[in-house]
């Protein structure tokens, strides 16, 4: 009997990879990474705008190379026993598409124009466009955001859609549709981007896009006239129906058969965002919180329908019936920075080696590229160690996390970070440390709301480049949340996440459950709280909220 793989592609804010996978034991046969290389050279990105664009080119380029690169590290049969590919990627991360559903930057005139190109998830330009949704949606017969949290965020669908037709007219009249990452890449896969019957992710489209079956799909076009009419006529130009991660989108097209070296009876599964299916490729269970922990955070919890089904959970990213595992109610919640504020941090105390030592003519250049780059890569161990080595509370530091906004819980992307307690001793590890807790708090904050609002946690599986990295971060946020955290084995838990849904659409198992049981990698290791830090945290957690209630309502 010829063993059967299935592969995960997996988009993530800097890179694609893929990840060939045994659907029988798990095993990661193979994977591969390409960079972004327009998105790491910063083109099409205004940070200081909060505007970060990708072009559909990078996406197109990887997809190529980290399937075919992965498949030359294995046996040539591996190839012929292919039998799903499931793509998951960032979200929300829409593109303006023409009726034949390909990105207007990949049409000529608009190749060099943001607007045409892929808005990312983090793109914050659409706070005006999210209040004026909050607005409407609260005098509004029908309150279209309430399964989103009831706060609308400018992460979100209709809020960038609106900002980038409003901003530019040329994208606006080109534009037919538009379309998510998640759904597109098995369009493409599949050759069906037509915008009208390509099959769009329940998840993108029931926490971003206010779908609802409650609704009978998007919001009404009264609704949408009303917040726009530039928005009017477009509802019928996208979608009713949406589909579940399990559900095959079609197979692979012979042109995309023959790029990769595959057979055109492979099965592309519906696709859908990487939190989502992070947490299945980390075995997430009912009433566990699956935290995601990378350059921000992605907090899914399930429940089942009869439980929970009926519950408004408020200030979240939204509630959905089978948005993360098909039969169970899928909520999100999570941070927009985690890692990015260590990553921040790391760039201000970097600044002399960039700005200084790189310009020194006492060394020759070779060594001082080589010192910089030494140092730079040894910066936030070396702070890591320092500030495990101060006692909780002694700098008398406090950081808000909000230096990208805050997503949850109750979206405000207005909001800005904040440190205080500083004096003439607080040297680079106690403010590192007081950082780290704040995004720790934050997580804090997340918890609460869900429990405050009825909404049980009975454990937590974290997984991401942070939680593999980092015991000094993981035993803060272990201490703050006063919570066992497990950490999934799986270097790459979206990617195989991706892999399990593909060996459901492809048929080899009847549900995500099954193919977890044969295909997790299980948990690696566990981190409990210490007691004497679990009180003392209660106190400096105080002191966080009572800090971010100044900035929020009084600053």
Known sequence: MNKKYTIGIDYGTDSVRSLIVNVETGEEMAEAVYEYPQWKEGKFCDATNNRFRQHPKDYIDG???????????????????????????????????????????????????????????KDHTAEKEAEEINQLSRKWDIDFTKFEGGIYSSEWFWAKLLHVIRE????????????????????????????????????????????????????????????????????DRLYKETFTCDISAGKLSKEWAEKLGLSTNVVVGVGAF????????AEIEPYYVSKVMGTSTCDMLI????????????????????????????????????????AWFKKVVEWPLKNILSKSELIDEETKQKLIAETSDKIIAGLSDAAAKIPIAESGIVALDWMNGRRTPDANFSLKGAITGLNLGSDAPRIFRALVEATAFGSKAINDRFISEGVRIDGIIALGGVAKKSPFVMQ?????????????????????????????????????????????????????PIAENVEKYKTLYEKYKKLGNFIEFDY
């Open 63 to 121: 997809l190529e190379i980290v399937v075919t690169k992965a498949l030359k590290q294995v046996p040539d049969e591996v190839a012929g026993n292919v039998v799903g590919i499931s793509v998951d990627t960032t979200g929300s991360t829409i593109v303006a598409v023409d009726e034949k559903g390909t990105p207007l930057s990949l049409t000529p005139g608009f190749e060099e124009n943001p607007n045409a190109m892929f808005v990312l998830w």
């Open 168 to 235: 530019d007219a040329g994208v606006y009249r080109a534009a037919y549709s538009w379309v998510e990452h998640c759904d597109w890449i098995p369009a493409v896969l599949t050759g069906n981007t037509n915008p009208k019957t390509l099959k769009r992710s329940r998840c993108a489209a029931g926490h971003k896009a206010m779908w609802h079956e409650a609704f009978g799909g998007l919001p009404s076009e009264e609704f949408l006239s009303e917040l726009d009419p530039l928005l009017s006529g477009l509802k």
């Open 274 to 281: 990487d939190a989502h299916l992070g947490a299945v490729g």
């Open 303 to 342: 429940a089942p329908m009869d439980e929970v089904g009926d519950k408004l959970v408020n200030g979240i990213c939204g509630q959905v019936d089978g948005s993360i595992v098909p039969g169970m109610l899928g909520l999100e919640a999570g941070q927009s920075a985690f890692g990015d504020i260590y």
């Open 476 to 528: 803060i946020i272990t201490d703050i949340l006063d919570m066992p955290i497990k950490v999934a084995r799986s270097e790459q838990a979206c990617a195989l996440g991706s892999a399990m849904s593909a060996a459901v659409a492809a048929g080899v198992y009847p549900t995500l459950a099954k193919a977890q049981q044969h295909m997790g990698g299980g948990i690696e290791t566990e981190y409990y």
